[in-house]
């Protein structure tokens, strides 16, 4: 379906807002918030895992383990954790952005 080698290049060439909209994607992906189907929650999260872990404008550096907390040692403080940080972010993406990125990752990966 997806060209995922492409993945690692597209995940390099990320701006700065587009690296919190990835994030946040893992957020969603990893508290159960998101309501992508299964392989495009593999898909995006694994664009997640291909991102330098570089602190973003947006989130501190430890998101990266908050979120891997998330998907492999679930707990509710983690839960908690995420969903404060997934909400923060939806607030400063919004809806319409996120939905943009999503489309544009998705027509990446087909071209």
């Known amino acids: 379906m997806y060209q995922l080698d492409r993945l690692s290049d597209i995940a390099n060439n990320l701006s700065a807002f587009e690296r919190d909209c990835c994030i946040t994607v893992a957020l969603k ?26 602190e973003s404008e947006f989130f501190s550096s430890n998101v990266y383990e908050i979120v891997m ?12 954790e995420i969903k404060k940080l997934r909400e ?22 087909l071209t």
Not at 29 to 50: G, H, N, P, R
Not at 88 to 109: D, G, H, N, V
């Open 88 to 109: 923060s972010a939806m607030e400063m993406i919004t809806r319409p952005k996120m939905k943009a990125f999503k489309a544009s990752i998705r027509e990446k990966l």
């Open 29 to 54: 992906i990893a508290d159960s918030s998101c309501k992508m189907d299964a392989y495009e929650q593999s898909v995006f999260l694994s664009l997640f895992d291909a991102l330098e872990r570089v």
């Open 69 to 80: 907390l998330g998907r492999n040692a679930p707990s509710a403080a983690i839960y908690a």
